[in-house]
Nanobody, 129 residues
Framework: QLQLVESGGGLVQPGGSLRLSCTAS????????IGWFRQAPGKEREGVSC????????HYAESVKGRFAISRDDAKNTVYLQMNSLKPEDTGVYYC??????????????????????WGQGTQVTVSS
């Protein structure tokens, strides 16, 4: 059973940067597509960025394009989300999720069109002065 643990959240001023990590255990990591999702208070969860197995396809939400970068290191069973030029509206709990398969449509994955079986516990990101 795949288990996911997020880390790297915290409090940062607007314009600052954070790097989130999603580390997996319990199953073969490199066959999974991994997505980052976030949920702000009172809002629905939204897909931020998703990366296919082996990093062959990447999707970003329009709101984070040019500011966030997703990457994966399969040797470390970890996917990263580098977040730059952070804005107050980026505040929320950030979750990573996994979907098995080498040909996952990462745009649909981020859109939340199908339920995902594997989720982490989340890490809080607060952007405030």
């Amino acid at each position: 059973q795949l288990q996911l643990v997020e880390s790297g959240g915290g409090l940062v001023q607007p314009g600052g940067s954070l790097r989130l990590s999603c580390t997996a255990s319990g199953s073969t990591f490199d066959v999974y597509a991994i997505g980052w999702f976030r949920q702000a208070p009172g809002k629905e969860r939204e897909g931020v960025s998703c990366i296919r197995a082996e990093g062959t396809k990447i999707h970003y939400a329009e709101s984070v394009k040019g500011r966030f970068a997703i990457s994966r290191d399969d040797a470390k069973n970890t996917v990263y989300l580098q977040m730059n030029s952070l804005k107050p509206e980026d505040t929320g709990v950030y979750y990573c999720a996994a979907e098995p398969g080498r040909e996952i449509n990462v745009q649909l994955m981020c859109a939340g069109t199908a339920p995902l079986d594997h989720w982490g516990q989340g890490t809080q990101v607060t952007v405030s002065s």
